[in-house]
T-cell receptor, first 112, second 115 residues
């Protein structure tokens, strides 16, 4: 079955700097890769996603890149702000069943 | 985006009792809902996939007789934790697939504490 690995487990960056979180997946059939932000005690919120026919997608300060050959995808947050502090999860899915296989999560800390 | 509600938001129960958690899609029909469990500082673990009108598909290691899932309508799925024990204490989250947006939307979660 699919396995998703996520690194780092904790990331601390200075406010205004960029943050990068990386994930790798094992199943080459996976074709949908969402990223979620979860604040303590709350539900995961979709922040950006990418499908396998696209290599990069950007939404304001957030971007995701996908390398299908290497089976890895990354989340990039630029000009980080205190409100970006949260736990971020990557996930992978085979569209036919829509089950999400989750990474272990990255706790992002933005230092003022 | 679509709205998914979950009830209750938190529950405290005695060991040995059963607890039912409801997940509702408020403004769309969800043929598929997913149930997750999340322990503190850990990722979401998929427990089961719930399909309307049919039996749920459980992930390996999840006891179907302990975690009863019913998806009787296109807007409601329920998870019943039977004979709950302290180790079942966790954050339970449901999600529903909305075909309009082709993505999953999550409920706010239910924090279960078993004494």
């Amino acid at each position: 079955g699919e396995n998703v690995e996520q690194h780092p487990s904790t990331l601390s960056v200075q406010e205004g700097d960029s943050a990068v979180i990386k994930c790798t997946y094992s199943d080459s059939a996976s074709n949908y890769f969402p990223w979620y932000k979860q604040e303590l005690g709350k539900r995961p919120q979709l922040i950006i996603d990418i499908r396998s026919n696209v290599g990069e997608k950007k939404d304001q300060r957030i971007a995701v890149t996908l390398n299908k050959t290497a089976k890895h995808f990354s989340l990039h947050i630029t000009e980080t702000q205190p409100e970006d502090s949260a736990v971020y999860f990557c996930a992978a899915s085979i569209r036919s069943n829509y089950q999400l296989i989750w990474g272990a999560g990255t706790k992002l800390i933005i230092k003022p | 985006g679509a709205v998914v509600s979950q009830h209750p938001s938190w529950v405290i129960c005695k060991s040995g009792t059963s607890v039912k958690i409801e997940c509702r899609s408020l403004d769309f029909q969800a043929t598929t809902m997913f149930w997750y469990r999340q322990f503190p500082k850990q990722s979401l673990m998929l427990m089961a996939t719930s399909n309307e009108g049919s039996k749920a598909t459980y992930e390996q290691g999840v006891e179907k007789d302990k975690f009863l899932i019913n998806h009787a309508s296109l807007t409601l799925s329920t998870l019943t934790v039977t004979s709950a024990h302290p180790e079942d204490s966790s954050f339970y989250i449901c999600s529903a697939r909305d075909l309009r947006y082709n993505e999953q939307f999550f409920g706010p979660g239910t924090r279960l504490t078993v004494l």
